[in-house]
């Protein structure tokens, strides 16, 4: 059964770096696309990046490109997360998930990691 386990959220101050990591136990990801939604309390989830099963394609939301990096480690059966100049509008839970393609339906969510960003 597949199970992703989303880690490295935490509290940082604008201007600054996390790096969030999603692990696959139990289930290869190598076929899948990789993606991180974000969701705020009361708001709708958002899909904010996507990469393709080699890791060749990559995409981004328009409000993170340039400062987000997603990235995906095949071997490790991990998908990363590295985010820079972070703003106190990237608040939110950021969620892993697991499609067929980028453009396709989310087969598997992980449980969500918190980030915070504020002064």
């Known amino acids: 059964q597949l199970q992703l386990v989303e880690s490295g959220g935490g509290l940082v101050q604008p201007g600054g770096s996390l790096r969030l990591s999603c692990a696959s136990s139990?289930?290869?990801?190598?076929?899948?696309?990789l993606v991180w939604f974000r969701q705020a309390p009361g708001k709708e989830r958002e899909g904010v990046s996507c990469?393709?099963?080699?890791?060749?394609?990559?995409k981004y939301v328009d409000s993170v490109k340039g400062r987000f990096t997603i990235s995906r480690d095949n071997a490790k059966n991990t998908v990363y997360l590295q985010m820079n100049s972070l703003k106190p509008t990237d608040t939110d839970i950021y969620y892993c998930?697991?499609?067929?393609?980028?453009?396709?339906?989310?087969?598997?969510w992980g449980q969500g990691t918190p980030v915070t960003v504020s002064s």
């Open positions: 139990g289930f290869t990801l190598d076929y899948y696309a």
């Open positions: 998930a697991v499609k067929t393609y980028c453009s396709g339906s989310v087969t598997s």
């Open positions: 990469i393709s099963s080699n890791g060749g394609s990559t």
